[in-house]
T-cell receptor, first 109, second 117 residues
Framework: GQNIDQPTEMTATEGAIVQINCTYQTSGFNGLFWYQQHAGEAPTFLSY??LDGLEEKGRFSSFLSRSKGYSYLLLKELQMKDSASYLC??????????WGAGTKLIIKP | GAVVSQHPSRVICKSGTSVKIECRSL??????MFWYRQFPKKSLMLMATSNEGSKATYEQGVEKDKFLINHASLTLSTLTVTSAHPEDSSFYIC?????????????FGNGTRLTVT
């Protein structure tokens, strides 16, 4: 079956760095997305990886290893507003998105 | 960037009534839109794929007669929850891809919080 695993919850300190991991098992693979979702709001797009390696976008970076079925989202210089859930979604051979349950990130002062 | 507008953001209705939720792509055309449902602290669950000019494709376990989807134009899709029951209370979110490419990200509407009393 198809499956996405990511930690349920993580806690980090303002100004620090945090890495949110995601492992996936899909029938075929056509890229992986990361989204941010604040409580009560819809998800917003953060990044897309389809090739191995690191994609950097300001304070946020995303890494993909296709051979390991693994991705991570790296958040630097954490701010209180980064407190949110982070959703990992892998796209299978039919371009269907398989969603993880999300990682709730709690930022402490 | 691509904007998807969803209305209403919140709705409270009585059991047995129907509720219509609208989803519009404001600055791009979307031949396909996706309707999701999300329970508290749970992942997004795809309910159906809305196709402009043709019937929607429903995911397994989703009642198509209960959740009516109409995609009348390239910028508008509607979801109607018919004969609503309290268990239909949930967060409903629509989305669409700009450009229609499968590598394009999904852009989400702001969601509709439905409460059925």
């Amino acid at each position: 079956g198809q499956n996405i695993d990511q930690p349920t919850e993580m806690t980090a300190t303002e100004g620090a760095i945090v890495q949110i991991n995601c492992t996936y098992q899909t029938s075929g693979f056509n890229g992986l997305f990361w989204y941010q979702q604040h409580a009560g709001e819809a998800p917003t797009f953060l990044s897309y990886n389809v090739l191995d390696g690191l994609e950097e976008k300001g304070r946020f970076s995303s890494f993909l290893s296709r051979s390991k079925g693994y991705s991570y989202l790296l958040l630097k210089e954490l701010q209180m507003k980064d407190s949110a859930s982070y959703l990992c979604a892998a796209q299978d051979s039919n371009y269907q998105l398989i969603w993880g349950a999300g990682t709730k990130l709690i930022i402490k002062p | 960037g691509a904007v998807v507008s969803q209305h209403p953001s919140r709705v409270i209705c009585k059991s047995g009534t129907s509720v219509k939720i609208e989803c519009r792509s404001l600055d791009f055309q979307a031949t396909t839109m996706f309707w999701y449902r999300q329970f508290p602290k749970k992942s997004l669950m795809l309910m159906a794929t809305s196709n402009e000019g043709s019937k929607a494709t429903y995911e397994q376990g989703v009642e198509k007669d209960k959740f009516l989807i109409n995609h009348a134009s390239l910028t508008l899709s509607t979801l109607t929850v018919t004969s609503a029951h309290p268990e239909d209370s949930s967060f409903y979110i629509c989305s669409a891809r700009e450009g229609g490419r499968d590598s394009s990200p999904l852009h989400f509407g702001n969601g509709t919080r439905l409460t059925v009393t």
